[in-house]
């Protein structure tokens, strides 16, 4: 009897798909998936370099004299970059302008970041506090 049996059960079953063969997405989905990704793309190229053309860039001494006599901003921190580059801070402490410069070791500084509501922390009293 299972003789007779197994050979119908045979017929009737179709064979196991692979992953790829059960999850494969129609061309029509594959062009719609192609287009959006383009379009995402696309997006953040266009918005990074509009980012990037906002960066204000001169002289430092130039930049400097501009953030004194335009905010009354004065220099409030700075440091070392690993690749050579200044990082500083630049506020002032009435009206809470502030702003962040990195100046290259060949005397460019661009202004990266300002805002306002700028408050000096208290000052660490020693190493690692």
Known sequence: MVNKILPILAKSLK??????????????????MFGLSFGLLSVIFLVSTAYANQTSCAKRGEVIAELNNRYGESPQSTGLMPNGHILETFAHLQTGTWTILITTPEGTSC??????????????????A
């Open 111 to 128: 202004m990266i970041a300002s805002g306002s509501a700028y408050e000096s922390l208290k000052k660490p009293s020693g190493h690692g």
């Open 15 to 32: 064979p196991i798909k692979t992953t790829s063969e059960r999850f494969q997405m129609p061309t029509y989905m594959q062009r719609m």
